[in-house]
DNA sequence: GTATGTGAACTATTTCACAGCT
DNA sequence: AGCTGTGAAATAGTTCACATAC
């Protein structure tokens, strides 16, 4: 083990690693190797091994890696031998997807509670979760202990939400607004713009010719 | 103007600039500096510059850029001067929450089409979109030459969806399943998903010492 | 013989810093 | 004087290649 910084790539892939491997081990695969690990995820075998690397020592040489040691080790690495609360705030299309997307609690992530400022909007039930005034947030949050915010709100609320978010010890922001939040250092931002990404893939087809015109 | 390649990292910014550049044209200011646009992106001055010389220089010395030129510059290189048709497979909470997205439209993006494997959500209309058996994906396609396909199907049936896309000449991929797509070199795939966003907090919350243990 | 772990080489990206334009 | 545009320096990240362990 090492304690030279990780890179976020590299953090994004373990998962990629952890969820094959979660597989091979369903399937009574007991042992594989960094090229095979690759090969099953698109990514070369030095990057699997550079990757782990940073976390310590988890092969055996001449033999690959057994893989419900790695699972073991890499759930603990990632924090996913235990559960975090999540709270949503913006309960429009896109909150109300992550609301009732099954894949979260699978992971550890347990969304407690959900927020809109529109009165429309609040008592909206989805699953466990009943959608509550924003003025609620404060308390619930903090009775809760949400130590991660989702931000599905319109643009220009966004860093008033931010703002709450951060004052209450929130440490972790995922956001889905189309805009740059400003935080403190301490906090963790990760942006998600949909738009963005679909716009990404738009300047492609500009560049690289297109099938269809 | 030169012709090296252009980091992904810069055309994904490019878009957060433009979308700055959009609202100072709407609020009259006529000029902005690489400064103060980093400023408001929360990047650097150097970055701003170094992104935009990718693409030629629209700056002038002493004074900055002109917004509303800029603003158009940046549309034509991004291929925001015209529309691009998409297409949605998976028509779940998360296909639909795309479709009903109401940002995709405002910036050239038109979903034209929406598929799902599962009979109980054929029929099910979204705004003036129907859900279409996936057995009426390859004429759709081809008939209302969509360019752009985005999954939002489970990971098992990822790859087959991606096989069919890519067959039909559907060159740009976003993939919300939690799966590595495979696909030849010449298909852009952009993977989004959602539980590793979240997954990748929880890694920082474990790391840096979290508010709420 | 086979596959890991890791420095060293390479490549990509960001930041610096300043010459040159207005 | 102020700010761009851009080589050069610095930093980050990936790939190579091989000594080492089993």
Redesign the pocket.
């Given at each position: 083990m090492n304690n030279k910084?990780v890179?976020?790539?590299?953090i994004s892939r373990i998962f990629i690693y952890l969820r094959e491997i979660t597989e091979l081990v369903k399937l009574n695969i007991h042992t594989i190797?960094?090229?095979e690990l690759g090969e099953r995820t698109n990514?070369?075998?030095?990057?699997v091994?550079?990757d782990?690397?940073y976390f310590g020592?988890?092969?055996?040489?001449?033999?690959?890696?057994n893989t419900q040691e790695l699972k073991t080790a890499l759930e603990k690495i990632l924090g996913k031998d235990r559960a975090w609360n999540v709270a949503v705030v913006g309960a429009g299309h896109l909150g109300s997807a992550l609301l009732t997307y099954p894949g979260f609690k699978e992971r550890g992530l347990d969304i407690v509670a959900a927020f809109d400022s529109d009165s429309r909007k609040v008592g909206k039930q989805m699953k466990e979760i009943t959608v509550q005034p924003l003025e609620e947030l404060p308390r619930v949050i903090q009775q809760k202990k949400v130590s991660i915010g989702i931000i599905a709100v319109p643009a220009k609320e966004a860093q008033g939400v931010t703002d709450m978010l951060v004052k209450l010890g929130v440490g972790c922001i995922l956001n889905f607004a189309p805009t740059s939040l400003n935080v403190p250092d301490n906090v963790k931002v990760k942006d998600v713009d949909l738009s963005r990404e679909l716009e990404t893939l738009s300047y492609f087809l500009v560049n690289k010719k297109a099938q269809y015109a």
């Open positions: 910084k890179p976020e790539g590299t190797s960094s090229a990514l070369s075998d030095a990057q091994r550079k782990l690397g020592q988890f092969g055996v040489s001449g033999a690959g890696y």
